[in-house]
Structures are given as structure tokens and as C-alpha cells.
């Protein structure tokens, strides 16, 4: 077995996820590479929630989709993630006594083991059977029980002593059962063979990576109103930015964690906020404030399922059209999207530096799957980029007119920050002359267009506006963003292995688009699919709206294939799609 | 060299019309500036959307003119951001007490280190005279409301004390001195100091001359919150001068700087 993947389903509150962690961290540090994702209902208490693990030699940045073992503490929420756990004939199921009635569509299986866990850590005096079942499929795993107890110490390092003893000794006795009562499949052993993680590794987040790549670029004032699933990305800032001179502000809400985001840009402090769909719609207005004064903004938008609350807790990536036109009047910005975990330092870094040196809005998307997700991965390369205002003005001379608008060859103007003298002006949302006073003139109106939509063109020649994974000889290409990159490689390797040659080219750079580049890609193609997880095929739409400004005489069959979150691509369904038609040729 | 009142002007006309309070607001903020010789670089203005948020340009110094109702958490995120800066965050009735009501709350409990000043003139004037939060009841000149708003004015005074202001103020617009006098002792407050300003809309509300009849000086600054609840409640909304100072610690507090590497934390 090459890879290996774990389901661990309960109620919110039995500790799944925290079962998920710490599992991820022994097997982690007894050379696995892997990758877990979080899902949950909307209840903190008493509602749904699972956790997917992926185990395997090599480094994983995607889910496969089939589910190897299934480990249930309680089945009574199970109907409501049915559809985001494809359980096959071939999957195996291990239950709790305490797990309660079966779902109905695994009632007729007689191969269902089940194991008496919350038994076990009674027996011990703890309630926490999820330690006892971490023992159990640690010990399975090959995971020594000095790896266990430190993931355990990891996990519960802010309890008390005897706490933490108990739940190792709980651990202990789950992998002591494990030699009574075997799991009855192999583990993965290519693991033995592969030189694998070690613990020089990284066990992070997307959304905590994000926030490495904000401070590290140089953002030192985040203002936020807290919101799922963004909120883990401004609680491990809270934690760190105080320790490089900045400030987090919980603010009342997304229309003041802007504004105050956008004050301190105006201070000439980089600046970021985080929300997801409905705070950035909230905040929308104060974006054009942004484009329209030419203060620098970041904002990184952690997707999920909506419109309205939708489904606060889940991944989809349907706010493309938020933030690519969710705004009143001509207003020029940037939009990026990470396109892995580790992805999400660099992006939020290319962000933070395009904001500064060109003074103006850059929207991050990211979302749920990448933020949430936890992996295992290679510590993050130097963050390439820095915030740097260095189209700031030095005092004009005595007497002499400082332009703050000036309408300059590369779009960009002298911005003075608070402070320096001679600088002094007033930034403006009111259309405005060069000289920053307040004008209702056609002619400055234009100017002032013309001159923020100009200073974003050259963006488009930037190497880093997306990643290009070619095959030799590919004639079939597919186009994605996002979350969606790592899936879609994954399926591109395993359409490899079955003889077909697929390219891969994904954007990070969604506005501008990088409309030559990306023909470029698609000569000699003839059929390109245009992936994403959304219902309506938003990009896919923006995306044919750019292409045939073009000459598109030559352009391949696109076709689109999107589909609303939270049911994930599989790299699977990617396989058979290119296969069908591929097989048409 | 020391710069006049006159310098902290910027030289841009104003758009008001001919007896708008806001010109005299306009000349006390210059004589604050003079008084505390307030270096231009140093301090900014921060405004939101109306008649009186187009001050900044007016004045000699740096400025940001924002969006409706959100001035207070631009110049909050700024004064967080660069402490050492002067910011003064300023606009009218509508901005800061309809649209901008939460943050009026939350920057009074909050307690950033700024000055905020209301011209209230009980209308929306850019817009072309709507009732506001602290029109009259029965204030039946605007289309919009032609039985008069039937709701009960906010007291703004009254309001920022029980959110937590620990500078509490009211001028007049027809006496400049005296409000240039209150403005300096707001700027040197610690914390948040909110100043409403009786500013007259003679376009709108041309009753409003009469204020100067009936405003009056109350000497009655204290520091405890029962005292100054009490005069609040009982005020006739005309009273003027300086009714509540009571410092308390800014946000944010100075907490010891722990050096930290950013990386520690994510190995396995």
C-alpha cells in the first residue's frame, strides 16, 4: 500500500480532531509525511465531526479520496459528512461500544470490528476514549510509545501533570490492546523504505502559514473581526506579533477591522485584515476607499460554503466573484489565491509587497481545505518578499507643490506617510486632482482611472502569476486555482501512470489575469478543463469573458467542471473525466 | 519659529454655505493647533462622509477624508499603528451617530488615544436636510419625514459616557475661543476625548441662530461617572464645557515586549 487514509468520525466534543492531530504528529515523527483535514458541523458541542488522515512516504498536499479504515467513536451525526466520506466495500470499520446505532447503509456489513475503547480508558479512570484509540492505531503504525506520549504531551501541555500522565497511560494501554486485537490490515510499508519526514519537519496549517508569511513580509498592524474559518489565522498572529512590534486589534466589526486596516496602511504601517465571504462582503465598500485613496490593503479571504452563513464550517470557493467584482465603481485591484498550504506563505508575502509598492488592494483567497488543513511538510523556504513603500516621496523642496496623485508613467505616485514634512495632504475617497484636493471634473476623473488601473498592467509579467506542470507531448490541459492545484497534480501523476500525458497549469494570479501567459499554455492543446469548486463555474466564466477579447481562433475546447463545496475533487473523478475523453481521441 | 493660526490653514476653500457653523470650528481647531503649536507633519484629521468631514482638507496637516461613518476606526487603526501621531477624528450627527453608532460605542470603550469631534447641527446637510439621530422629535421641515422623525433624539454626551469615554465635552460654534480652549485640553486628555460641537446649519435648520441665545457655560467637570450621569440626564442639551474627565489606561496597554522567532513552533 503506497498511502494510507484514515477516517475518525464522532460528535463535537469527543475529539476527533484532536485525535487527528496527534496521530498525524507520532506518525509524523516516525517518518511519515501526511495530511489531515478537519471537518465539522456548525455546533461546538454535540455536533458533527471528522477528521481524514493521509499517511504515506512520500509528501501529500492532497486527499485521494478512498477511505482505507474507518474509525468511529460515534455514528450518531455520521449522515451529516456521509457525502464528504466515500466508505467503499474495501473500507475498513472499527467501532466503538459507545459509538451508538450503525448508519442505516452500513447495517448489512457483518465486517465491522468493534472495539471496546471507552471501556479501556474507563478502566484507567479517563473519559477519553479518542487516547485509547490513538494508542491503538499509533501502535499499528509503528509509532514507538516515546513518539506517542510527546505527541500526547504536545496536544495537552497547557493541562495539568496528572492529566497529561493519564492520557499517556491511556495511550499506552491502546497500544497494548492493539497486539491482542489487530487491526486485520497491513500498514502502509513503503514507509520502511522511504527516508520520509523527519523531525526537522513542519506540522502547520495553511492559515497559520499565512500569517508567517504576512509577519515575515513585514505586516505589523492586523485589525479583524473574528470569523470560521479565518479565525485560526488571527489567533496564531495574535500569539506572534507583538514579539516584532505590531498589533492585533479584535475590532467590533469587519467594517471597522477594515477601515482601522486601512488607517494604519494610510500610516505608512503594512497592513492586513482576515475575514471570509460574508466579512468581505461587509467590507467591500471600504475597498474602493482603499483603491481610491491608493492605500495599501491586504485582505486574505479564507473561503467557505455560502452565500448568507451557507456553511460557515466547509470548503468551497465561490467568493471569486466577490472579489474579483464585488465593488462599486472602476475599481482596479489585485486578487491571489494560494494554491497550497505551504502555498500560502509565499502568496500572502507576494501580496503584502504588491500592496505597499503599488499602493493599493490585494485579496487573497484562500479556504477552508487549505486553512484548516494541517500537513506535514519541509520547513517553509525565506520569505522572498518585503513590504516596502518605496515610491514614497521624499519632502519636496521649500515651496515647491507636492503631487500626491502625481499621474506618473507607471501609475504609481509619491506617497508621503504622516510625519514627514512638506508631505502633507489629504487622502481622499472623493475623486480628487493630482494635488489630492477634492474634484468633480471629467478630466480628473479619467486621469485618476486610468492611472490605478495602469499601475496593476505589468503584474501580469510576473513569474510568479502561477505554476505550469507539463508532460511531454500533452495535448489535454487542466486549469485550476486554488485548493484545487494539489488534487489536480495528484490526478495528473496518476493519469501518468496509466499512460496519459495531462498538463497542469494553475493561477495564482487571478486579477489581472495573465491573459498572454495563459495562451501561451494553451497552444497545441485541444481540450482544456477549467476546474473549481463553486456551483456556477465563476472563474470559468470570467476567465471566457478575457479569452475572447483575444484572438481565439485557435483556442482549445474549454470545458467547465465545477461543482459546489463541500463535496471535494478527488483525484479519482480528475482520472476518469480525462480518461473518458482522452480514451475519445 | 512659531506658526499663527492662520498657518494651519490649507488654503482650500471651503464648501460650506454662507453662516455654517463648521467655519468657526474650522478657526478653533487652527487656534488649538496654534496654542499647542502643533507641529502639521504630526497631526492628522481623520473624517467620514458630510458637510463638516470635508474639514481635513481645510486645515494644514495630514488628513484622510474616508467613507460614511467609519472615520473613528481609521483614525483608531492609525493611532495604533503610529503612537506618536496627533489624530483627530471629526465629523457630523449622521455620520458619527447613525451609521457610525457602533464605532461612536466601541471607541468609547475601547479608550485609543484620540480626539473625536461632532459638528451636530441635527441634520443631514450634504444630502439636502434628513432628519439625523439628534433631530427633534417633532421636526417636520424634510421630505423624508414629513411628520418629523417621531423618535426620541440621541443625548450624544450621555451616550459616550455610559460606553466608557473618559473625556467628555460640548462647545458652541458661535464661541470659537472657548471651544480652541476645550480642543487643547482634549488633545492633551489621554484616551479617548469626545467633543460635540452645537454647529449651527442656518441653511437647513435656520432656527439654529437662536442657539446663541441659549447656550450656557456649566462649570461642573468632575471625575465621577454617578455625578456626571446625573447632570447628563438632567441637561437641557445646550449646556457647554468640559463635563467629565476621568483618565483611565489607553489602549492598547504596553505590555512587555517578548522577543520571539516567528518559525518556533511548527517542527514536528
Keep these: 500500500m503506497r498511502n494510507l487514509t484514515i477516517a475518525l468520525t464522532g460528535s463535537g466534543g469527543t475529539g476527533v480532531v484532536a485525535l487527528g492531530e496527534m496521530l498525524l504528529r507520532a506518525a509524523g515523527n516516525t517518518g511519515y509525511y501526511g495530511i489531515l483535514r478537519k471537518t465539522f458541523g456548525p455546533q461546538i458541542r454535540g455536533g458533527e465531526s471528522a477528521a481524514i488522515l493521509r499517511l504515506g512516504p512520500q509528501p501529500l498536499a492532497s486527499f485521494g479520496g478512498e477511505i482505507d479504515l474507518l474509525l468511529a467513536l460515534d455514528w450518531s451525526n455520521f449522515q451529516r459528512f456521509a457525502d464528504e466520506i466515500p466508505i467503499s466495500t474495501s473500507t475498513l470499520i472499527i467501532e466503538d461500544t459507545a459509538a451508538g446505532e450503525r448508519p442505516t447503509q452500513l447495517s448489512a456489513r457483518d465486517s465491522i470490528k468493534t472495539l471496546d475503547f471507552s471501556g479501556l480508558a474507563q478502566s484507567l479512570g479517563s473519559a477519553h476514549s479518542n487516547i485509547a484509540l490513538l494508542g491503538y492505531v499509533a501502535a499499528w503504525l509503528n509509532c514507538s510509545e516515546e513518539q506517542v506520549k510527546a505527541a500526547v504531551f504536545q496536544r495537552l501541555h497547557k493541562h495539568s501533570e496528572e492529566t497529561v500522565a493519564l492520557a499517556q497511560s491511556v495511550a499506552a494501554a491502546g497500544a497494548q490492546w492493539q497486539r491482542n486485537h489487530p487491526i486485520g490490515l497491513s500498514p502502509p510499508d513503503a514507509v520502511k523504505q522511504a527516508p520520509g519526514a523527519t523531525p526537522e519537519h513542519w506540522l502547520a496549517t495553511g492559515n497559520q502559514l499565512a500569517g508567517l508569511g504576512a509577519l515575515e513580509a513585514g505586516i505589523r498592524f492586523v485589525a479583524a473581526y473574528p470569523i470560521t474559518p479565518a479565525s485560526d489565522a488571527l489567533e496564531w498572529m495574535a500569539g506572534k506579533i507583538e514579539s516584532v512590534g505590531g498589533h492585533l486589534v479584535q475590532a467590533e466589526d469587519e467594517l471597522a477591522a477594515v477601515n482601522m486596516t486601512i488607517g494604519a496602511g494610510y500610516g505608512g504601517v503594512p497592513a492586513m485584515t482576515a475575514t471570509s465571504g460574508p466579512g468581505l462582503a461587509l467590507m467591500s465598500e471600504a475597498m474602493g476607499l482603499a483603491i481610491a485613496s491608493e492605500t495599501p490593503l491586504v485582505i486574505l479571504n479564507v473561503m467557505r460554503g455560502g452565500p448568507s452563513t451557507g456553511i460557515p464550517t466547509k470548503s468551497e470557493q465561490s467568493d471569486f466573484n466577490l472579489a474579483v467584482y464585488g465593488m462599486h465603481g472602476d475599481a482596479p485591484h489585485v486578487v491571489l489565491a494560494a494554491s497550497s498550504i505551504a502555498d500560502c506563505h509565499f502568496t500572502m508575502g507576494w501580496a503584502v509587497e504588491i500592496a505597499s509598492e503599488r499602493q493599493t488592494l490585494v485579496i487573497v483567497l484562500s479556504d477552508q481545505l487549505l486553512g484548516q488543513s494541517m500537513q506535514i511538510l519541509p520547513p517553509t523556504a525565506t520569505m522572498p518578499f518585503k513590504a516596502s513603500l518605496t515610491q514614497a516621496a521624499l519632502p519636496p523642496a521649500e515651496g515647491e507643490d507636492y503631487f500626491r496623485y502625481l499621474d506618473t508613467e507607471s501609475g504609481v505616485s509619491p506617497m508621503a506617510v504622516p510625519g514627514q514634512a512638506g508631505g502633507e495632504y489629504t487622502a481622499d475617497g472623493l475623486e480628487h486632482s493630482q494635488h489630492a484636493v477634492p474634484s468633480a471634473r471629467a478630466q480628473d476623473h479619467e486621469m485618476q482611472l486610468d492611472k490605478r488601473r495602469r499601475k496593476l498592467q505589468s503584474l501580469v509579467e510576473s513569474s510568479h502569476w502561477g505554476e505550469v506542470s507539463r508532460r511531454d507531448n500533452a495535448e489535454l490541459m487542466i486549469l485550476c486555482w486554488g485548493s484545487l492545484f494539489p488534487i489536480a497534480l495528484e490526478a495528473q501523476q496518476r493519469l501518468q501512470e496509466r499512460g496519459l500525458a495531462v498538463n497542469v497549469v494553475n493561477l495564482r494570479l487571478l486579477s489581472p489575469l495573465p491573459v498572454v501567459a495563459l495562451r501561451n499554455c494553451m497552444v497545441g492543446m485541444t481540450k482544456v478543463w477549467v476546474m473549481e469548486q463553486n456551483h456556477q463555474g465563476q472563474f470559468d466564466q470570467y476567465l471566457r469573458s478575457h479569452l475572447s477579447q483575444s484572438d481565439c481562433a485557435d483556442l482549445p475546447e474549454l470545458i467547465r467542471y465545477c461543482r459546489s463545496g463541500p463535496r471535494l475533487f478527488t483525484p479519482m473523478e480528475i482520472v476518469e473525466l480525462v480518461e473518458k475523453a482522452g480514451g475519445a481521441q | ?268
Excluded at chain 2, 460606553?163 to 480652549?181: C, E, M, Y
Design chain 2, 1 to 268: 519659529m512659531i506658526l499663527k493660526a492662520k498657518q494651519y490653514k490649507s488654503g482650500v476653500k471651503p464648501i460650506w454655505c454662507p453662516g455654517c457653523g463648521h467655519y468657526s470650528v474650522l478657526n478653533a481647531i487652527t487656534k488649538a493647533f496654534a496654542a499647542l503649536q502643533q507641529a502639521p507633519e504630526q497631526a492628522v484629521l481623520v473624517s467620514g462622509i458630510g458637510c463638516s468631514s470635508r474639514l481635513p482638507a481645510y486645515v494644514h496637516s495630514y488628513g484622510f477624508h474616508g467613507v460614511h461613518g467609519r472615520a473613528l476606526p481609521v483614525a483608531a487603526g492609525l493611532k495604533v499603528a503610529r503612537p506618536e501621531l496627533n489624530v483627530m477624528a471629526l465629523g457630523g450627527d449622521g455620520d458619527g451617530f447613525s451609521i457610525g453608532g457602533n464605532h461612536f460605542l466601541h471607541a468609547c470603550r475601547r479608550n485609543v488615544d484620540i480626539v473625536y469631534v461632532v459638528m451636530d447641527n441635527e441634520v443631514y446637510g450634504m444630502t439636502k436636510g434628513q432628519a439625523s439621530p439628534t433631530t427633534p422629535e417633532n421636526w417636520d421641515h424634510s421630505k423624508l419625514t414629513p411628520h418629523g422623525p417621531e423618535v426620541r433624539p440621541f443625548q450624544p454626551c450621555a451616550l459616550a459616557l455610559a460606553a466608557g469615554a473618559s473625556f467628555i465635552a460640548r462647545g458652541h460654534s458661535g464661541d470659537p475661543n472657548g471651544l480652541a480652549q476645550i480642543l487643547y485640553e482634549a488633545v492633551q486628555h489621554p484616551g479617548f476625548a469626545f467633543v460635540q460641537v452645537l454647529s449651527q446649519c442656518v441653511t437647513f435648520c435656520p432656527e439654529q441662530a437662536q442657539w446663541k441665545e441659549i447656550v450656557h457655560t456649566e462649570d461642573v467637570c468632575t471625575s465621577d461617572p454617578v455625578a456626571a450621569a446625573s447632570f447628563l440626564h438632567g441637561d437641557d442639551g445646550f449646556a457647554k464645557g468640559i463635563f467629565y474627565r476621568n483618565p483611565r489606561p489607553v489602549w492598547p496597554l504596553a505590555h512587555e515586549r517578548k522577543e520571539a522567532d516567528l518559525r518556533e513552533g511548527f517542527r514536528l
